[in-house]
């Protein structure tokens, strides 16, 4: 029997652990062979000569816990019942503990075109791991389907190595995807708020050009793409094929005009992989195991489990941390762990503290996932205090 089981060992989880272990019985569980999470992969430059490097975070956080909490890797958590305590059934065998964490994090989406089940063609995410943790190369000349935070970063973190970085562009019009050449070009702007160093100076550079954001300027974006931060970027082209026998060898790329719809002729580009990214969405497969209610926020990413900001949810003794409660960073997510381990410690002076560290993590965030991401917060604590209230009344 444990105090607190942690499901997730990403930068959530480890940090609550972190700060359990001083005084409680914690197991820390995760279904991959190495703990950390998403943090492996991550490593960019944040301003001018500091770099976040997530795979040495990782291992800081990895030492700070190892043989105070147990934690038991490839184990997957594939169901959780409440009953008094709570009973956690896992690949490794079923444990109980009377808190529980989830810090499941967050999952990839992709968008489907033709040719996408070649050998050659993976997430973003994938292309991440393999470059900034595996060490293996993707291949050696790649296209990025899909303009948005996630793949913008991702793209850099390739073009720190001798990987080429061909094109990105958007996926084709579909019933997943109907992201617009203006959607992306916002995204690009926006960009310019936050993100690394380099995206600042392209961000205030897109903005500079063609203030006030308006269709107009849209029209003004070169249907060739602009190179920026070494990237070369197409907002007015859609990658509508993947080509190969046996593996990838090319993609089939449309033009269009500023709203999205074909103009001109189709055009080749070669390349040995490609990646596909459609951005990020909570992991909370856990919660609705445990019949916890979910709250749809576009901001946040997708479905999140109903939260306070102090990570409870309806369930007693049982927090959320990290992705599984939105879209955000890494330092947020860390933030988020400590602060749903304060609270189960009842330590209240130093959950608040800890509640001021993420709000000023999210108004300075160096990577920011959604533009609305604190109107998406501030609309969850909403819902919750009206629950809370509900619930006081009855
Ligand atoms: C592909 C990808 C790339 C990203 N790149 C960046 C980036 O460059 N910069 C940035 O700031 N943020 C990035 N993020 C956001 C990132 O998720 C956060 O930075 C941070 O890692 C979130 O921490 P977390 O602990 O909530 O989740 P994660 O780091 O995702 O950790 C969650 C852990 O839970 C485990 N898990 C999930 N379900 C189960 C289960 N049922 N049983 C057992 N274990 C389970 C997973 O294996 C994982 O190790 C990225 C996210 C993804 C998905």
């Known amino acids: 029997m444990f105090d607190t089981i942690i499901i997730g060992a990403g930068p959530a989880g480890l940090s609550a652990a972190k700060i359990l272990q001083e005084s409680q019985k914690v197991l820390v569980l995760d279904e991959y062979f190495h703990a950390g999470g998403r943090l492996l992969g991550q490593l960019y430059e ?65 968008t489907p075109l033709p040719g996408w089940d070649l050998p050659g063609v993976m997430t973003v995410g994938a292309a991440q791991v393999l470059t900034n943790f595996s060490r293996v190369k993707p291949g050696n000349k790649g296209v990025i389907i899909g303009i948005n935070p996630l793949s913008m970063v991702i793209a850099m973190e390739l073009g720190y190595t001798d990987i080429e970085v061909a094109k990105i562009c958007l996926p084709p019009k579909n019933k997943i995807n109907d992201q617009t050449p203006k959607d992306a070009f916002e995204t690009l702007v926006s960009l310019g708020n936050s993100a690394p160093s380099k995206f600042i100076s392209f961000g205030t550079r897109v903005a500079g050009r063609v203030k006030p954001l308006h ?158 991401l604190i109107h998406g917060r501030e609309t969850v604590e909403v819902m919750w205090k009206e629950i809370e209230k509900e619930r006081q009344m009855n």
């Open 46 to 110: 944040e301003e001018k000569g500091r770099w976040w490097n997530g795979l040495e975070i990782a291992r800081r956080l990895i030492m700070e816990t190892e043989g105070k909490s147990e934690i038991r890797l490839s184990t997957s958590v594939y169901n959780v019942e409440l009953d008094d305590i709570y009973t956690v059934h896992t690949t490794a065998g079923v444990f109980k503990s009377r808190s529980l964490i989830i810090a499941t994090g967050a999952r990839e989406k992709s």
């Open 215 to 372: 269709p107009a300027a849209l029209k003004l974006f070169p249907k060739g793409g602009v190179k920026a931060m070494g990237l070369p970027i197409s907002i007015k082209e859609k990658i509508i094929r993947i080509n190969g026998t046996e593996k990838v060898e090319s993609v089939t790329m449309q033009k269009t005009d500023s709203k999205g719809r074909p103009v001109g002729r189709k055009r080749e580009i070669q390349c040995d992989f490609v990646c596909i990214s459609d951005g990020l969405a909570p992991l909370s497969e856990i919660g609705s195991l445990l019949d916890l209610r979910h709250v749809y926020s576009e901001p946040l990413g997708g479905y999140v489990p109903l939260h306070s900001e102090m990570m409870e949810t309806e369930l007693p003794d049982l927090y959320v941390a990290g992705n599984v409660t939105g879209i955000e960073n890494a330092k947020v997510a860390m933030y988020q762990g400590q602060l749903a381990a304060h609270r189960i410690l009842g330590d209240e002076e130093a959950a608040i503290c800890t509640l001021a560290s993420i709000n000023n993590e999210r108004k300075n965030a160096k990577v920011k996932f959604h533009k609305d």
